[in-house]
């Protein structure tokens, strides 16, 4: 659907809203009954309220831009709206010589507000639900921050994106229970193993930026034993600014925290060539690469 097409579709929206809420007003107002009131009245009040609803909602911005994402600012902007709308709608009926009571624009205030931000909110769930990716590998993102966070909603309005995320864990305590764009996090980075084997995922995101070197050495062992492919999220400025998440997959760089020492081969050469050396400590990433090094000479 065309962006340019979207305010015209939610006034149409909230105007149907309006009609509906109007109805459902004055239907509770005299219980519900139509006959005591003159239909032709609540037609006249109900185009008031519509002309009103479409200035009011031209000046907030609620019919001139488009929210991707529901907002305070948003929803300040459609409470101010059709607040207005109705005490438009209450002074027309105060005023007017009609058989509409000040009570039923009052009334459908009410109900228009809440149909309006329940159909806000439904028609943004059933989007998301049709933008995210069918075709993609189910992935644990390592973190619950700012940078999870938008990695999570950049792939979830991405169809064609590689990764979908199903899960987060996070050392964080106060984030046990927290969910972003419906994604949960399922425990801390010890459990990664085993939230990767509930959740199906086969990748593992590393979108946790402040986490100190030996965390990152510890999710890339725990990756290592549970058979995962370890990727690593740019980034928050970088995501932000491509409007994408490129990953990569994880290197020394990343797990030592500073970039690999320059190595001379002739100084280093002169002093190991026909030379027997012991390496202490050579299991470990550094050891490993040290004698892959040393036996080049």
Not at 159 to 186: C, E, H, T, W, Y
Request: proline share 5%; glycine share 8%; hydrophobic share 50%.
């Amino acid at each position: 659907m065309s962006p340019s097409r979207l305010p015209a579709i939610h006034l149409a929206a909230d105007i149907s809203v309006w009609i509906s809420a109007l109805l459902l007003g004055t239907w509770l107002r005299y219980e519900f009954a139509l006959r005591y009131v003159s239909l032709e009245s609540l037609a006249v009040t109900a185009g008031v309220i519509v002309g009103s609803q479409f200035v009011v909602g031209v000046v907030f911005g609620v019919y001139r831009r488009r929210w991707r994402y529901g907002s305070f600012d948003e929803a300040m902007a459609v409470a101010l709206t059709f607040g207005a709308s109705g005490v438009v709608g209450t002074s027309f009926a105060f005023f007017a010589n009609g058989t509409v009571p000040r009570s039923v624009p009052v009334i459908a205030t009410a109900l228009a507000g809440l149909l309006a931000v329940a159909g806000r909110s439904f028609w943004r769930l059933w989007n998301s639900r049709v933008e995210r990716p069918t075709e993609a590998r189910p992935a644990v993102v390592v973190g619950a921050g700012e940078v999870a966070t938008q990695t999570i909603r950049t792939m979830l309005a991405n169809r064609n994106s590689s990764f979908l995320p199903v899960a987060m864990v996070d050392d964080d305590p106060l984030k046990r229970r927290l969910r972003i764009q419906g994604v949960p996090v399922m425990g801390s980075t010890e459990d990664l193993v085993r939230v990767a084997l509930r959740s199906g995922a086969s990748t593992v995101l590393l979108a946790a930026p402040t986490a100190s070197q030996a965390t990152r050495r510890r999710i890339a062992e725990l990756a290592a034993v549970g058979g995962l492919d370890l990727l690593v999220v740019p980034a928050l400025d970088d995501v932000l600014s491509s409007g994408s998440v490129e990953v990569r997959p994880v290197t020394e760089t990343d797990l030592l925290g500073r970039p690999p020492a320059a190595i001379d081969p002739e100084e280093i050469s002169a002093y190991l060539t026909g030379r027997r050396v012991l390496v202490t400590g050579a299991g470990g990433s550094i050891g490993s690469e040290l004698c892959r090094t040393i036996t080049r000479f």
